[in-house]
């Protein structure tokens, strides 16, 4: 295993899966898996010109690792899956909460999704929600742990706040004042995933794939599905939320 940094290049990155793919089969790695920062980096910054040209950088560094693994012989051989994890969307409201209740006593985690905890809060729970719901701008929408869609499979833990909030594909969270300022990433992700700018990609192909098939979109941990009964990865099931 070679640990992560974010001083990886990917050509560097794919060059390695070569060579491991290369040594000798008692100690080649049965499974080789290699996250790549790009595009989320240059995402996060700008969806310009320069966004286009590392996506055109990225195509031509996997082209260069499809066509060595075809001229070695090994591309008929192995399960190549290339997936992103996330979508990207640009900022265009900024939601400050003291603008609509005194934060005093809460403990709040801000961002794309936000959890309030009232702690020490002497606000009710209508005059927390009410300002956040009820000024027809549409940008958020709270919840209470019980009131979270099932869908995006929350629990009870205490790690998820009296309230969460859900800020609309292009609206960002903050808490105070001193906080709205234009942020260093102007485009962000890990709204609802089922809005179309969230929306992830997924190629593949192999001995263990049907060829020439186009999917509708579908939830990400199906993925782990996949690799257990097509690429016999073996998992225990862990409660994670």
Not at 99 to 121: A, E, P, Q, Y
Request: with cysteine; glycine share 4%.
């Amino acid at each position: 295993m070679i640990p992560f940094s974010s001083d990886m290049v990917p050509s560097e990155q794919l060059k390695q899966i070569v060579k491991w793919l290369r040594m000798d089969e008692p100690d080649r790695p049965g499974l080789i898996m290699v996250y790549i920062m790009e595009p989320d980096f240059t995402g996060h910054r700008t969806m310009g010109l320069t966004l286009s040209k590392m996506l055109s950088h990225l195509d031509q560094q996997l082209d260069l690792l499809i066509q060595t693994l075809k001229e070695d012989g090994i591309l008929c051989c192995v399960n190549l899956v290339i997936i992103s994890d996330h979508g990207m969307a640009a900022i265009k409201n900024i939601v400050v909460l003291e603008r609509h209740f005194n934060l005093k006593g809460m403990t709040i985690t801000t961002g794309v999704l936000t959890h309030i905890f009232k702690r020490n809060s002497t606000l009710s729970d209508k005059e927390i929600t009410e300002p956040l719901t009820c000024k027809g701008t549409d940008h958020v929408r709270v919840f209470t742990k019980s009131t979270m869609p099932l869908r995006v499979h929350y629990s009870s833990s205490k790690r998820i706040g009296d309230f969460v909030l859900l800020s609309k594909t292009d609206t960002r969270i903050v808490s105070t004042e001193k906080d709205f300022i234009t942020p260093t990433n102007p485009n962000q992700h890990g709204f609802d995933y089922i809005e179309p700018d969230m929306h992830t990609i997924m190629f593949a192909q192999g001995p263990s794939l049907r060829k020439n098939v186009s999917l509708p979109p579908y939830h990400m941990v199906e993925y782990m599905n996949l690799w257990k009964s097509e690429f016999f990865v073996h998992y225990v099931s862990k409660k994670n939320h």
